[in-house]
């Protein structure tokens, strides 16, 4: 893991908690460019980050490849595929040779040179987020939510996933998840809602995982987060959870830890928060950044996040 790396979110369309995250991740690494890749520049203006555009040649091939199998609706799903087309293409662009990419639902809570302190031995080309999970049973699921690129591993992994919808081999790979998710009718948590950018990143893995790191693990008492309202992260029930579901925590000193479920309870320092689904609403309770936005970004911040619910509450009455 290099001290240079930037820290990218690439995000499609509005959403009310991305000023809270953009800020946050510009907030505790000061020292790291942070770039915002998506079709709202306003926020990326309103926070003072860094705006490039969701443009890649790559992305429009795979699209034209791209096979639904997902319970979810296809316009969704594609685009967290697309997504590290794009990233690929700003790091190309910019001449990037590493990237911290952030879900636009994550929260960073330590530096670039934090994490390279603690996992800079062990991180070389690539890290994931990867649940112990048997590999018969098809869950097949690892999560880029809060991965570490560098420019050669995503031109690996972008290539191995054009390859993966135009090979026999693959395309059966995917047709059995797919049966197995309609069969199964597990939660989307668990890899059952179909075949996703997260089968995509565990077939990947699975053939490189000697050069893959997990960020899942407890490693030497430090993890990052795969989703907060789970008690799982590498292990079932490996974490403490609260009334709610959600990951039991503490701050000590100005650091966010987990708790152990087992008889030591230890603590388990997390370095980054993916608040997914239901957990959303936590992002503004343990969002640690300024407070509030100031001034006329203040103001003009909540200008945009008042579109962005009058929007979202249209959507939803069109339900």
Known sequence: MQQDTRIAVVHAGRGWYLPYTLSQAKFVSPES??????????????????????????????ENQYQHRHRRSPKIELISWLRWFYLLEYMRRKEADSVLYLDSDVLLFSSMSTLVDV?????????????????????????GGVSYWTRAALEDFCEFALESFSDSTYVSLYE???DWAQRTGLTSRMGGAGVSDMTTLYLWWWERRADVFNFSQDYRGNVIDHSFQVSMNHLQDEYEVDENGMKRHEWIDGELFFVKAN????????????????????????????????GQAYADVQHWLGRTRRSTERILRRA
């Open 263 to 294: 008889s030591s309870r230890d603590r388990v320092r997390a370095h980054a928060c993916h608040f997914s689904g239901g957990a959303k609403p936590l992002i503004r309770e343990l969002y640690s950044g300024p407070r509030p936005f100031r």
């Open 119 to 143: 996992y800079g031995e062990a991180v070389s080309d690539c890290g994931l987020e990867i649940p112990k999970q048997d590999h018969e049973s098809h869950n097949w699921l690892a999560s």
């Open 33 to 62: 460019e942070v770039v915002f890749i998506g079709d709202t520049p306003a926020v990326a203006r309103l926070i003072g980050v860094a705006k490039e555009p969701m443009d890649s040649l790559g992305a429009k091939v795979f």
């Open 176 to 178: 059995q998840k797919w």
